[in-house]
């Protein structure tokens, strides 16, 4: 979808696709834009965790999983919302603590974690740990041994596929019922080991109703199997999987509909005395950010118009786990001083030495010149975190937050507190 809006209007413009409080502060700051950039939405975080908060009974606990996004600011934004944190990694863990999340509203998941990184988050007393493997359960034990305790969640993989991003049957993730029931009982053991409950995620980028209903039948008969078999237990950790429309193609999952079916199995005797924590990341902060690159070339090359971009792949990839999108479009949207009504058919291209910088083929776009805008909307999850950030060694993006009142603010870059904080310091003499 394309518009024409001049970048120095003023006006709140109408403009189908963008909210008009989006579409205003880019037409009022696109000129200075550090580009490439995210720009979030406050507001659009706001009804976005309010619709998935929606899906699950009341008293549920909502965690925003790091790995979508790990900008402090949007950390900072779910917090205020009562929205705690689910990390993967030591990095994520230093930006909860430097946007203020305390510890007991952080789960920490991830794999092969480190002994000294278990012995840090259990001195600080987190929600929980999810264990991923027999291995990081003989290291938690050690950590424990020294009189630390934490309570603990198990990751179970139930062995099955239901399509999206599949991260169960034959993936590395997670403990079978055999392994998980072991570890339960040696938990009982040690009183340090505080087992709570049971943690699933195998799959993601789920756009389907029935899909998502699947899977949670998948998790209720797991629980159902380890209640019969295990020890007792009062939690259960879940993330459905959502999805979001990447490309023009896709539609957004059915909110409507699919809190009408997950209402009725909230009432199954299987989840009566749980407590239930759901998490998600792609699904409360993929439509809250837009991706927002500058014309810096046009070209013309063998019957085809080139459009290069400041900003491509390097720090644009909405392809993890879809490894079909780079040959179909996202959705668009164009800001340009061209007022003449010409349409033609680009190619939009990025600034890396490498043919798969292709943000998108055959697009109908206005004639777009030098320092005009590319706007590429549902950027906000797993986009600038995929980017392949270290090729030809380009700048980095920009990032920025427009506050609910209007006000457009700068956010520190998201890797600064992980590069900073959480690699070792040597000094080096040749």
């Known amino acids: 979808?394309?518009?024409h809006l001049r970048k120095d209007a003023r006006n709140s413009p109408s403009v189908p696709g963008l909210s008009d409080?989006?579409?205003?502060?880019?037409?009022?700051?696109?000129?200075?834009l550090p580009t490439p950039f995210y720009l979030y939405s406050q507001r659009l975080v706001r009804e976005a965790t309010a619709s998935y908060r929606?899906?699950?009974?009341?008293?549920?606990?909502?965690?925003?999983?790091?790995?979508a996004n790990p900008q402090a600011a949007l950390v900072q934004q779910f917090s205020r919302l009562g929205v705690g944190a689910e990390i993967a990694s030591e990095g994520e863990w230093q930006t909860c603590m430097?946007?203020?999340?305390?510890?007991?509203?952080?789960?920490?998941?991830?794999?092969?974690?480190?002994?000294?990184?278990?012995?840090?988050?259990?001195?600080?007393?987190?929600?929980?740990?999810?264990?991923?493997s027999i291995i990081e359960w003989r290291r938690f034990q050690k950590v424990l041994s020294v009189g630390r305790s934490a309570p603990v969640l198990l990751r179970i993989n139930p062995g099955i596929s239901l399509g999206g991003l599949n991260m169960a049957d034959g993936s590395q993730f997670g403990l079978d019922m055999e392994q998980a029931l072991a570890i339960a009982r040696e938990c009982s053991t040690n009183p340090q080991a505080q087992f709570v409950g049971l943690h699933f995620y195998f799959g993601s980028q789920r756009l389907m109703p029935s899909v998502i209903v699947e899977a949670l039948e998948a998790i209720e008969r797991a629980v159902a199997e380890f209640r019969k078999e295990g020890p007792s237990f009062?939690?259960?950790?879940?993330?459905?999987?959502?999805?979001?429309?990447?490309?023009?193609?896709?539609?957004?999952?059915?909110?409507?509909?699919?809190?009408?079916?997950?209402?009725?199995?909230?009432?199954?005797?299987?989840?009566?005395?749980?407590?239930?924590?759901?998490?998600?990341?792609?699904?409360?902060?993929?439509?809250?950010?837009?991706?927002?690159?500058?014309?810096?070339?046009?070209?013309?090359?063998?019957?085809?118009?080139?459009?290069?971009?400041?900003?491509?792949?390097?720090?644009?990839?909405?392809?993890?786990?879809?490894?079909?999108?780079?040959?179909?479009?996202?959705?668009?949207?164009?800001?340009?001083?061209?007022?003449?009504?010409?349409?033609?058919?680009?190619?939009?291209?990025?600034?890396?030495?490498?043919?798969?910088?292709?943000?998108?083929?055959?697009?109908?776009?206005?004639?777009?010149?030098?320092?005009?805008?590319?706007?590429?909307?549902?950027?906000?999850?797993?986009?600038?975190?995929?980017g392949a950030l270290g090729f030809n060694s380009q700048r980095l993006f920009s990032e920025g937050l427009l506050t609910e009142t209007g006000l457009l603010t700068l956010c520190r870059p998201q890797y600064a507190q992980a590069l900073t904080e959480t690699r070792p310091q040597f000094s080096y003499r040749p």
């Open 98 to 132: 430097a946007a203020g999340v305390s510890a007991p509203h952080v789960v920490v998941g991830g794999v092969s974690k480190s002994e000294e990184f278990l012995s840090s988050v259990c001195r600080s007393g987190p929600a929980a740990v999810v264990l991923d």
């Open 21 to 32: 409080d989006i579409a205003r502060c880019i037409a009022e700051h696109g000129r200075e």
């Open 54 to 67: 929606g899906l699950f009974p009341a008293q549920a606990r909502l965690f925003y999983s790091l790995k």
């Open 1 to 3: 979808m394309a518009f």
């Open 234 to 386: 009062s939690v259960v950790d879940l993330g459905l999987g959502i999805g979001v429309p990447y490309l023009s193609t896709e539609k957004a999952l059915d909110f409507h509909h699919s809190r009408e079916e997950l209402q009725r199995h909230w009432q199954k005797q299987v989840w009566q005395e749980i407590d239930l924590w759901a998490e998600a990341g792609r699904a409360l902060v993929a439509a809250a950010g837009y991706f927002i690159a500058r014309v810096t070339e046009r070209k013309r090359l063998n019957g085809k118009t080139f459009l290069f971009l400041d900003g491509g792949l390097g720090v644009h990839n909405p392809g993890i786990g879809r490894g079909n999108i780079f040959r179909r479009n996202p959705e668009f949207h164009f800001i340009t001083d061209s007022a003449n009504g010409e349409f033609e058919t680009v190619t939009l291209v990025g600034n890396l030495c490498t043919p798969a910088d292709t943000l998108g083929w055959e697009v109908t776009a206005p004639r777009l010149e030098e320092g005009d805008l590319v706007i590429v909307p549902n950027s906000g999850a797993y986009c600038a975190t995929t």
